[in-house]
């Protein structure tokens, strides 16, 4: 009966419409929109709880598939389905929305903009984010990929933090701008190889007509049976195109320099909503399309796109070593965690897709952990410099405690949600490539070096001058804050609640894209038998 039901239409239209709605309401209902957002989020987290029990992991690959017509004369639909990797996504950005939105209670309206707006565009984001994870159509896909750079270019731009001086607003207009055009950027280049898997679908005829397809499925079995016989030089500067947009989303290193001043700028929920949930998208699209719809050329270019991974986990990690900002310091860590996930998605192993994927969830979750309590701690003292700080623990132990907790999730401590995933990561890395998988793992120790120092400089010794007016976290920061460290404990010591349902996605991707785990090596006697 449940999947007889559109449920992801539904999933993914109640926070549009919710957003419409409160957009509508009269401009002095502020507290009303705010309580009308957290409601909306809260629906859609039942709507996706629905979803994942009824998923079947050992069922059909997509579930809850939906099938219309959209543009006949383009080959294109509006099809959705559900896939386990997918689904914890999903699960990700239904948990994080309403804790973002009740973190930034206050980040509009007290200062003039409007409150309705603010939640506005907010609950826009997750139903584009949300559409976006559940498309089986390549250009329903891509419409919404892109659409979701405009709200957040306003949440960045018009809502950033509550420095209105003219300085200050004229860095968060740069910062907007930045993340807008690099990510357009991307988005154009995509343009080009989605249009171009068009007219190929249509050359080889896979929609049985004159026409091609943008349909995901069709292509993908299309690529599997070799029947997508195209020059490979074609379908690799597919595959770039594609790559592209998804590594500046992402964003992998070189492409990486928007993310710093658009974290800093904007305000923390809205930084966490960028770099937790609509940052997964691109990680989410090397696994779902450069991976499926090209997998010759993502083997051809995997050395080139782990070794630029690889740079990205230590650059990341000394440059957030060096930093005098603690919001940009977290922001460079996200930089070094990128970088492990796309590690564990090219090296095309079971081990290491898994763990990327369980990355995912895992450093959404520790990221908006640390990155809100940092921004409790930065509105209270009213300086983001890490000198300013010290001695906090003394007069606000469970934000100086949570604080510890969430750092010790961001440098993988064993125990904790992040760990297996980095573990499984470097697992799976090292079955293949053990050179990289070494100097990944250099990483720990570089991010034991930037945590436990924060935290020494920050909450240790002396109380200094400006840091008594920190208070402790009041009840609304401990909703926020006690639902993440619940889940980092959680998926720390029972891994598998989420694993049951990646797993089986992973399989999947591992076989469509004809993907083997390396064969284990063991040393051999004179008889050739095993010692």
């Known amino acids: 009966m449940v999947n007889n039901l559109p449920w992801l239409t539904v999933l993914w239209a109640v926070p549009m419409v919710g957003a419409l709605v409160i957009v509508l309401l009269p401009a002095t209902a502020r507290h009303l929109a705010k309580y009308a957002a957290v409601a909306v989020s809260l629906v859609v987290l039942a709507i996706s709880i629905v979803v994942a029990v009824g998923f079947s992991p050992a069922g059909d690959r997509y579930q809850f598939v939906e099938s219309h017509t959209w543009i006949p004369s383009f080959g294109t639909g509006y099809i959705l389905g559900i896939d386990g990797i997918a689904l914890a996504l999903v699960m990700l950005t239904a948990v994080l929305v309403p804790l973002l939105l009740i973190a930034g209670w206050n980040d509009a309206g007290d200062s003039g903009r409007s409150t309705h707006t603010y939640v506005a565009l907010t609950l826009a984001v997750e139903a584009m984010v949300l559409i976006s994870l559940v498309a089986l159509d390549v250009l329903l896909f891509f419409v919404f990929f892109e659409a979701m750079l405009i709200p957040l270019y306003f949440l960045i731009g018009g809502f950033g933090r509550a420095d209105q001086s003219a300085e200050a607003t004229a860095s968060r207009s740069r910062a ?38 943008f349909d995901f499925r069709a292509i993908v079995a299309a690529v599997a049976s070799h029947q997508l016989a195209v020059n490979p030089a074609v379908l690799n500067a597919m595959f770039l195109g594609f790559m592209f947009a998804f ?36 990680t989410f699209g090397m696994i779902r399309y450069c991976l ?114 969430a750092g010790m999730a961001t440098l993988a401590l064993p125990g904790l949600a992040p760990f297996i995933s980095e573990f499984l990561v470097l697992m799976g890395t090292f079955t293949r490539y053990p050179v990289f998988a070494v100097l990944a793992a250099t990483a720990l120790v570089l991010s034991s070096v930037y945590v436990l120092w924060l935290y020494q400089r920050i909450m240790t010794g002396p109380l200094t001058d400006g840091s008594e007016k920190v208070h402790d976290l009041l009840p609304r920061d401990i909703a926020v804050v006690a639902p993440l460290i619940a889940l980092l404990i959680v998926l720390g010591v029972y891994p598998k609640l989420a694993l049951d349902v990646i797993n089986p996605a992973v399989t999947d991707t591992l076989t469509t894209i004809g993907a083997h785990d390396p064969a284990p090596s063991a040393p051999q006697t004179a008889e050739g038998a095993h010692p």
């Open 176 to 213: 907007a701008l930045k993340f807008l055009l690099y990510n357009l950027f991307g988005g154009l280049i995509m343009l080009a190889a989605v249009i171009a898997l068009y007219v190929v679908t249509a050359q080889v005829g896979i929609a049985g007509g004159a026409s091609g397809t």
């Open 247 to 282: 590594a500046v989303k992402a964003p992998l290193w070189p492409f990486h320099t928007w993310l710093p001043g658009a974290a800093v700028e904007a305000t923390p929920a809205t930084a966490v909503l960028m770099m937790a949930v609509v940052d997964k998208v691109g």
């Open 292 to 405: 499926q719809l090209f997998p010759d050329a993502a083997t051809y270019f995997r050395p080139f796109i782990i070794t630029l991974a690889t740079i990205a986990i230590i650059y990341g990690a000394i440059v957030a070593i060096g930093q005098i900002d603690v919001m940009r310091l977290i922001a460079y860590t996200s930089i070094s965690h990128f970088g492990f996930i796309v590690v564990g998605i090219f090296v095309m192993t079971s081990q290491g897709q898994s763990g990327s994927t369980l990355y995912m969830v895992n450093h959404g979750i520790s990221t908006a952990a640390l990155f809100l309590i940092a921004g409790f701690l930065v509105s209270r003292r009213g300086s983001r410099v890490i000198a300013d700080f010290g001695g906090v623990q003394k007069v606000a132990p469970v934000l100086a405690g949570t604080f510890l907790v």
